[in-house]
T-cell receptor
Framework: ETGVTQSPTHLIKTRGQQVTLRCSSQ?????VSWYQQALGQGPQFIFQ???????GRGNFPPRFSGLQFPNYSSELNVNALELDDSALYLC?????????????FGPGTRLTVT | GQSLEQPSEVTAVEGAIVQINCTYQ??????LSWYQQHDGGAPTFLSY????GLEETGRFSSFLSRSDSYGYLLLQELQMKDSASYFC???????????FGGGTRVLVKP
């Protein structure tokens, strides 16, 4: 059983650019959630995808968008990058539809916007 | 709005017991989770409470009082490897989004 993986590990972008982050879910999981974690703070929920449909969204602007693919992998896209977007981006997979409550986090992508 | 409050930092010595409190105000409540995160690492699941009472998992225990909107994580027999940040998080439904607290940094000293 493979765990949650994310790519790339680190990324440096310039303000105004666009970025795509990728996540592969844990085997057998059907749900992916994305979180943004600023330094020294708790993760903040961005959105969740269940069976390729958005299933809940946090307080993030529309320039944050995502996709989930049939194999349950996922992408997070951020357009028009701002300096405040610099953070660790975490994805977490889970199995919705059972009594499971645990989310399995990937190692994250550290995004720096200059 | 939703908010979770927990202390920002706790320091203790090896072998000691530490209790991290968490109070929450959320629009919905399904359960309270606890996650551990080492510097540079991913959050990892520690414990979950959906009903009032104490859940014990080895050296770690978690407690929930739904009527008080309060929970705590108890770390016993502290080890150096327990130095990390600990987050409480509320879930509104099974597998649903987690709303995290700001985290408690635990520093274990020899």
């Amino acid at each position: 059983e493979t765990g949650v993986t994310q790519s790339p590990t680190h990324l440096i972008k310039t303000r105004g650019q666009q970025v795509t982050l990728r996540c592969s879910s844990q085997s057998g999981h059907n749900t992916v959630s994305w979180y943004q974690q600023a330094l020294g703070q708790g993760p903040q929920f961005i959105f969740q995808y269940y069976r390729e449909e958005e299933n809940g969204r946090g307080n993030f602007p529309p320039r944050f968008s995502g996709l989930q693919f049939p194999n349950y992998s996922s992408e997070l896209n951020v357009n028009a990058l701002e300096l405040d977007d610099s953070a660790l981006y975490l994805c977490a997979s889970s199995l919705v539809g059972t009594s499971s409550y645990e989310q399995y986090f990937g190692p994250g992508t550290r995004l720096t916007v200059t | 709005g939703q908010s979770l409050e927990q202390p920002s930092e706790v320091t203790a010595v090896e072998g000691a017991i530490v209790q991290i409190n968490c109070t929450y105000q959320t629009s919905g409540f399904y359960g309270l989770s606890w996650y551990q995160q080492h510097d540079g690492g991913a959050p990892t699941f520690l414990s979950y409470n959906a009903l009032d009472g104490l859940e014990e998992t080895g050296r770690f225990s978690s407690f929930l009082s739904r009527s008080d909107s309060y929970g705590y994580l108890l770390l016993q027999e502290l080890q150096m490897k327990d130095s990390a940040s600990y987050f409480c998080a509320v879930s509104e439904a099974a597998g649903n989004k987690l709303t995290f607290g700001g985290g408690t940094r635990v520093l274990v000293k020899p």
